[in-house]
């Protein structure tokens, strides 16, 4: 092996090669590979049971069993990077019949930091966080929102430079899903890696720099939501509302869909989205319902969101 070799480091703060996961027989996810860059924040999303949050377990060294794959932070084992990650469950994971600043003093010298130092950095993330005044209270004494940011405080208590948030927009308003998309874009600017799952795919889709979809526990798409655009056809959202068609009309409909490679996003009682690769897949439609007799009404055509283009995965 030669030197150059020998010595190189792979500078991207979190790399995963072939990563795989099985619970007893049920494989959970398979062959994952990413990078992570420094600055960058990306979103990991996928329907219920693809393996997100067991993916994002892994990385942060939560489940540690049987798991296959490689993990590098900054190009060196995770065993001895540890500290370099801050995760963020969905549970609050702080000892209930302690107030918070009790709290932040264990885990910080837990962390190997003085209680001066870990409550100086706390008081500092609890400001920007506007949860000014809670180290006096007790984890039950917060709200749902509140512990989702408590959370975030205690896994930046030793700078970490690679912060994993599980779902942390469950159950927030939309008062408190701003102030956490600040938040997290102002670490993101002082050069924090940041890597999340989330339901609300429109909204992740407006902060985030890239989309990782993960499909039966694979890689299905690495990019953005242009990129996915074109992987899946969907570059147009047809809405309409029938007055009426047949049961055998509509089976019709499908099949020449199926044959047009036109896609039926959802459907329900009179309404039918359509997704499209072109424009001229509209007309398709159209004459489709005009040689059925079908009478419709023009709802929308426009681009599609990330939540839209999802459906087709």
């Known amino acids: 092996m030669g030197w150059k070799k020998l010595f190189s480091r792979d ?14 027989t049920q494989e959970v996810l398979r062959d994952v590979s990413l990078n992570l860059k ?34 590098k932070i900054f190009g060196k084992s995770k065993l001895f990077q540890k500290y370099q990650i801050g995760f963020v469950p969905q549970e609050i994971s702080l000892i209930p019949d302690l107030s918070i600043e009790d709290n932040i003093r264990i885990l910080g010298l837990n962390l190997g930091i003085s209680e001066k130092k870990a409550l100086e950095k706390a008081n500092y993330l609890l400001k920007q966080l506007k949860l000014d005044e ?38 927030l308003d939309f008062s408190n899903r701003r102030l956490l998309w600040h938040f997290l874009e102002s670490m993101k600017a002082k050069g924090k890696s940041i890597i999340l799952t989330s339901h609300l795919l429109t909204e992740t889709q407006e902060h985030v720099d890239r989309i990782i979809i993960l499909k039966n526990g694979k890689v299905f798409f690495n990019g953005d939501l242009e990129k996915l655009k074109t992987k899946l056809k969907t570059n147009f959202i047809f809405e309409t509302r029938i007055s009426r068609i047949s049961k055998e ?65």
């Open 249 to 313: 009309n509509l089976e019709k409909l499908k099949k020449f869909c199926v044959y047009k490679d036109i896609q039926i996003l959802d459907e329900y009682e009179k309404y039918l989205m359509f997704g499209l690769n072109s424009e001229n897949q509209r007309k398709l439609i159209e004459n489709a319902f005009d040689k059925t007799k079908t009478k419709y009404e023009v709802i929308g055509f426009r681009e599609p969101n990330l939540d839209e283009v999802f459906l087709r995965t």
């Open 38 to 71: 420094e600055g960058e924040m990306i979103a990991i999303i996928g329907k219920s049971g693809s393996g997100k949050s067991t993916f994002l377990k892994i990385i942060a060294g939560i489940i540690s069993g049987k798991t296959k794959g490689k993990i």
């Open 134 to 171: 809670a180290l006096t209270k007790k984890p039950e004494q917060l709200s749902g929102g509140q512990k989702v940011r408590l959370n975030i405080v205690v896994s930046l208590l030793n700078d970490p430079k690679i912060l994993i948030l599980d779902e942390p927009f469950v159950g």
């Open 11 to 24: 500078k991207n703060p979190l790399s995963t090669k072939s990563v795989g996961f099985s619970y007893s």
